[in-house]
């Protein structure tokens, strides 16, 4: 033994300067490395495979997938998607971490195929990188569509429109017909935007535009939802082996040319000396300074903001009904209880309801607050990106990871919620949780900067559709058909359908001259 430390003793001894300063170096690189491989410590989450990672994982309902994938890696995971760097988040706390405190940091967007091909190569709200235009484009449709005076203003408007469809409903309850209630509330919650937008009617009544239209915006949301193979494996993406952005293409120019009349008839009618006061005639006014800082609107600008506002606008509110009814069918005691709070605030044959009857209303409140909570319309929201490498929750997250916030999970999960798989408004009756990105619990509409820029326009539509509905009508379903027994299965999209449509049968609860 002596004679080994003597060796090493004559060795170091032997040692030069340079020698020793380079081992001491070296033994400090050593260390730093080991310090950044402690710091930079990944969450938790599957392995994956080569090129294509946990791709094969997500399954057919990925927010499914996900949600059973953190009950075995936690509430913050890392996966490689393809070969893109992404953070699934399922709790409320980690929400938080990611959408408050370090929101700046995710308030961009991935690039993707939606964004290129259907939204203008990112020309729109939605998608548009954050920064000043992004900024432009929040101002001017906040001041114009979603400030509360707008929203005042834009009041009768809404009620006119849901005034329609109790008469289209009336209608097919006179001939003993069913009706296609999502087909309906589409029609409906288009046309208010149509007429907020266009100053006219997208279409006058249920059938094959309706419906046309109806799968055009169906069809977006569900192609903007699928997990394209191109955006996380870049090096693939020219091959479009789902055959996406081939359908995608040809989706948008449907839209465009949809959208391209409609610019060109404001274009004439301002010129003429015929514009109207609505918002894309706004746009058309502020083209050459739309924010008092020269802030410019192209003609692709406008397009694409008509584009976000009715895709957005339409299924997110009409499925969001389409959900609370089917739900209420399923529980007729809770429809009752909605339809007496109604009665009990207007009477039920004096008048129709009215927007401003709903602060009478918190049961109907709790309804809502409820079917959002359980069946949100955006269940992993619309993914993020770290705009810098950062830290949540002691784990190192990398610069352009992905982030994705699996609400839905969120939303059902028992260390958040007392049976959360159950339809139970009474819950937040006399709470204060809200969904409007406040409470991380909760969060529908996202949170931060980048949540839902209609979240106040959208609330206020699903609120006044679903307590229309249930005053001027009772619900069953076809004969032969049990309310227990009723599909309540998802297909996935970007935003959450019913798999199967809800056929209901109205029967009129109003005096008949209420409804014209």
Not at 185 to 210: D, H, P, W, Y
Not at 336 to 341: A, V
Not at 426 to 433: A, C, I
Request: aromatic share 8%; glycine share 8%.
């Amino acid at each position: 033994m002596d004679s080994v430390l003597d060796l090493l003793q004559n060795s170091v001894t032997k040692l030069s300067l340079g020698q020793a300063l380079g081992l001491a170096f070296l033994a400090l690189g050593f260390f730093y490395v080991v310090k950044q491989s402690l710091r930079k410590r990944l969450p938790p989450g599957p392995s994956g495979w080569p090129l294509i990672g946990s791709l094969p994982l997500l399954g057919n309902v990925p927010h499914h997938s996900l949600f059973q994938l953190s009950k075995q890696y936690g509430p913050i995971m890392y996966l490689k998607l393809g070969t893109t760097d992404t953070v699934v988040v399922t709790s409320p706390k980690v929400a938080e971490a990611c959408l408050k405190v370090n929101d700046l940091n995710f308030s961009n967007r991935p690039g993707n195929a939606g964004a290129t091909y259907m939204a203008y190569d990112s020309n729109d709200l939605v998608w548009a990188p954050y920064g000043p235009r992004w900024r432009m484009l929040r101002k001017v449709c906040n001041i114009h569509l979603f400030a509360g005076k707008a929203l005042d203003d834009l009041q009768p408007v809404r009620e006119t429109e849901v005034g329609m469809l109790l008469k289209s409903i009336l209608d097919h309850e006179r001939q003993g017909k069913a009706v296609n209630l999502g087909e309906l509330l589409n029609v409906c919650t288009a046309n208010v935007l149509g007429q907020i937008m266009l100053s006219k009617r997208v279409f006058e009544s249920q059938g094959a535009k309706a419906s046309e239209f109806r799968e055009m915006v169906v069809e977006l949301m569900v192609l903007a939802g699928v997990f394209n193979i191109g955006d996380f494996v870049p090096s693939l993406a020219w091959m479009d082996l789902q055959g996406v952005q081939k359908k995608m293409k040809k989706l948008h120019s449907r839209f465009d040319d949809f959208f391209g009349r409609i610019l060109e008839e404001h274009k004439v009618a301002a010129r003429n000396g015929g514009g109207k006061k609505d918002f894309l005639s706004v746009l058309l006014a502020l083209r050459n300074d739309a924010d008092g800082e020269g802030g410019k609107l192209t003609d692709t600008d406008m397009k694409a903001l008509l584009l976000d506002l009715f895709t957005a606008g339409t299924d997110t509110s009409a499925s969001t009904v389409e959900w609370a009814m089917s739900e209420l069918i399923r529980h007729p005691k809770m429809m009752k209880k909605c339809q007496q709070e109604v009665e009990s605030a207007i009477g039920q044959d004096r008048r129709r309801l009215k927007e401003s009857d709903i602060q009478k209303l918190p049961y109907l409140q709790a309804v809502v607050k409820e079917t959002f909570r359980l069946h949100p319309s955006t269940p992993l929201l619309l993914p993020r990106l770290a705009g810098e490498a950062c830290e949540v929750e002691g784990y190192y997250i990398p610069k352009n990871a992905r982030l994705l916030v699996n609400t839905w999970g969120i939303q059902r999960d028992p260390d958040v919620w007392e049976r959360p798989l159950e339809f139970d408004p009474d819950r937040f009756v006399g709470s204060t949780v809200d969904v409007r990105g406040t409470d991380f619990q909760v969060i529908p509409f996202g949170a931060g900067r980048r949540i839902c820029a209609g979240v106040s326009m959208g609330i206020r539509m699903v609120q006044l559709m679903l307590a229309s509905l249930l005053h001027s009508f009772d619900w069953s379903l076809p004969e032969g058909q049990q309310p227990e027994n009723l599909d309540m299965a998802e297909a996935y999209g970007l935003t959450l359908q019913k798999a199967v449509p809800l056929l209901a049968v109205p029967a009129a609860r109003l005096p008949h001259h209420l409804y014209k």
